[in-house]
């Protein structure tokens, strides 16, 4: 059975800092691109970012870039989301997922869709006010 279980929001205030860790059960952890979503009340889930399985490419929505950091140790089964520069705007219930990347044929994009992802953590709130 998969499982992903996030941690580390919180509140922050404007402007500073928090990190999210994502703890991964699959075994293959390796084979799968991760990525985080964020979700505002009333507001549909949106991307943030995604990390290839290897971790050598990365995607940022445009909203975070600059501000976020996503990366991954294939070892711990872990994929990490740095969050600096915290904005208001950015409080969410935040998600990560994971999808399975098929190695040979044609290479494909990190997805930035939900339903491209199969597997989804719980969710940790994020709250950035102050």
């Known amino acids: 059975q998969v499982r992903l279980e996030e941690s580390g929001g919180g509140l922050v205030q404007p402007g500073g800092s928090l990190g999210l860790s994502c703890a991964v059960s699959i075994v293959t952890f390796a084979n799968y691109d991760m990525a985080w979503f964020r979700q505002a009340p009333g507001k549909e889930r949106e991307f943030v970012a995604g990390i290839h399985a290897t971790g050598d490419s990365v995607l940022y929505a445009d909203s975070v870039t600059g501000r976020f950091t996503i990366s991954r140790d294939n070892a711990k089964r872990t994929v990490f989301l740095q969050m600096n520069n915290l904005k208001p705007d950015d409080t969410a219930v935040y998600s990560c997922?994971?999808?399975?990347?098929?190695?040979?044929?044609?290479?494909?994009?990190?997805?930035?869709?939900?339903?491209?992802?199969?597997?989804w953590g719980q969710g940790t709130q994020v709250t950035v006010s102050g």
């Open positions: 997922a994971a999808e399975r990347r098929l190695w040979g044929g044609v290479p494909r994009p990190i997805y930035t869709t939900p339903s491209r992802y199969n597997f």
